[in-house]
């Protein structure tokens, strides 16, 4: 079973609205930490927003927020006020607490376009 | 404020070639990875390393070997390259995780291989 489930192949958003980015995920472990990166057209990978598993708060940087609902094992990316420059592949990913390389486990990604 | 810096950024190969691709980071990181990319999938672990002289496998480490010599290096070869090889390959590092659970990982800009 896949780990990280990211179910929107693409998406299209007009500018200055907001959009939400999907992300589901699968582990028992208790302790686990969940991370948004987005790629540009540039090719690099750009760390936007963590979320922790025993954060009792959703986590916000600026205009990007998460909407993590434990229950559901979801963890979704919420831009507010899109821009051009938004436009981008984004990732979601996971870190789990047991296990010792605490590698990230990629989702397959949501590509996002922004509509002038 | 160069971060982590991966050498070369393209590189085509014929089947068979072998070559080695440099990892740097300036951040004092404990944690180095190599993951790659594939169309239409997000990131896989090939190989990691949670300190200098250590290394371990991933999730796809067939073909590939690793060395970390150096705390800051983190080298990736391919001893005799394949077609299915060819990918973007990204290098990352980050903290010891139980310093800072969500210290995310650092990025390169990754590098575009192409195995003929």
């Known amino acids: 079973a896949q780990k990280i489930t990211q179910t929107q192949p693409g998406m299209f958003v007009q500018e200055k609205e907001a959009v939400t980015l999907d992300c589901t995920y699968d582990?028992?472990?208790?302790?686990?930490?969940l991370f948004w990166y987005k790629q540009p057209s540039s090719g690099e990978m750009i760390f936007l927003i963590y979320?922790?598993?025993?954060?009792?708060q959703n986590a916000t940087e600026g205009r990007y927020s998460l909407n993590f609902q434990k229950a559901r094992k979801s963890a979704n990316l919420v831009i507010s006020a899109s821009q051009l420059g938004d436009s981008a592949m984004y990732f979601c990913?996971?870190?789990?607490?047991?296990?010792?390389?605490?590698?990230?486990?990629f989702g397959s990604g949501t590509r996002l376009l922004v509509r002038p | 404020n160069a971060g982590v810096t991966q050498t070369p950024k393209f590189r085509v190969l014929k089947t068979g070639q072998s070559m080695t691709l440099l990892c740097a980071q300036d951040m004092n990181h404990e944690y180095m990875y190599w993951y790659r990319q594939d169309p239409g999938m997000g990131l896989r672990l090939i190989h990691y390393?949670?300190?200098?002289?250590?290394?371990a496998k991933g999730e796809v480490p067939d073909g590939y070997n690793v060395s970390r010599l150096k705390k800051q290096n983190f080298l990736l070869g391919l001893e005799s390259a394949a077609p299915s090889q060819t990918s973007v390959y990204f290098c990352?590092?980050?903290?010891?995780?139980?310093?800072?659970?969500?210290?995310?990982?650092?990025f390169g800009d990754g590098t575009r291989l192409s195995i003929l």
């Open positions: 979320q922790g598993s025993y954060d009792q």
């Open positions: 582990t028992s472990d208790p302790s686990y930490g």
């Open positions: 990913a996971m870190r789990e607490g047991l296990d010792s390389s605490y590698k990230l486990i």
């Open positions: 390393s949670v300190g200098e002289g250590t290394t």
């Open positions: 990352a590092s980050s903290r010891r995780p139980g310093q800072a659970w969500d210290h995310p990982q650092h």
